[in-house]
T-cell receptor, first 110, second 111 residues
Framework: DTEVTQTPKHLVMGMTNKKSLKCEQHMGHRAMYWYKQKAKKPPELMFVYSYEKLSINESVPSRFSPECPNSSLLNLHLHALQPEDSALYLC?????????FGDGTRLSIL | TQLLEQSPQFLSIQEGENLTVYCNSSSVFSSLQWYRQEPGEGPVLLVTVVTGGEVKKLKRLTFQFGDARKDSSLHITAAQPGDTGLYLCAGTGGATNKLIFGTGTLLAVQP
């Protein structure tokens, strides 16, 4: 069982849709992360939140918009995505580095 | 730019064989982690090594951090089908202290 919970597990959306990915952890970790992972490749860092503040944005296009409502929740809002954005989106949490990963949301853009 | 190169990229072996995965860089890392990721799941942290020359064992898995803290290895003894997955090393260091993932090693253990 993973201690980082991500929903939904799968998402199919059109390029004009708006959707959100959600991530939740109750381990008291103050750092939360979003990663993008293509098949058989390592995860690529997108965003880091530390103490609910955005601390790192790895030059991610504005069609991805992160949000951290509180210390346990992390969202990723999606709008006008492109087919190349299809990937596994992973959330992670930790005290200073990612220690626990969720099982990800498998996103497909039509 | 800090880079972590893993070798081999792919490895397919029979159950019972031994194997070693390497993680190399020209940069020094303050710590290095190893993860295993199974299909349909997120990476699971196996170990963190922080001291140059450190060796850690986790059942049939032996992890070593290089003396200069630029490289690491993972040795699996008597591999089992349950060891199948993507193995990722990841290092922390540098001005940003970000976690840098290696290029990954995809292991398949055939029964």
């Amino acid at each position: 069982d993973t201690e980082v919970t991500q929903t939904p597990k799968h998402l199919v959306m059109g390029m004009t849709n708006k959707k959100s990915l959600k991530c939740e952890q109750h381990m008291g970790h103050r750092a939360m992360y979003w990663y993008k992972q293509k098949a058989k490749k390592p995860p690529e860092l997108m965003f880091v939140y530390s103490y609910e503040k955005l601390s790192i944005n790895e030059s991610v296009p504005s069609r991805f918009s992160p949000e951290c409502p509180n210390s346990s929740l992390l969202n990723l809002h999606l709008h006008a995505l492109q087919p190349e954005d299809s990937a596994l989106y992973l959330c992670a949490s930790g005290h200073q580095q990612p220690q626990h990963f969720g099982d990800g949301t498998r996103l497909s853009i039509l | 730019t800090q880079l972590l190169e893993q070798s081999p990229q792919f490895l397919s072996i029979q159950e019972g064989e031994n194997l070693t995965v390497y993680c190399n860089s020209s940069s020094v890392f303050s710590s290095l982690q190893w993860y295993r990721q199974e299909p349909g799941e997120g990476p699971v942290l196996l170990v963190t090594v922080v001291t140059g020359g450190e060796v850690k064992k986790l059942k049939r898995l032996t992890f070593q951090f290089g003396d200069a803290r630029k490289d690491s290895s993972l040795h699996i003894t008597a591999a089992q089908p349950g060891d199948t997955g993507l193995y990722l090393c990841a290092g922390t260091g540098g001005a940003t202290n970000k976690l840098i993932f290696g290029t990954g090693t995809l292991l398949a253990v055939q029964p």
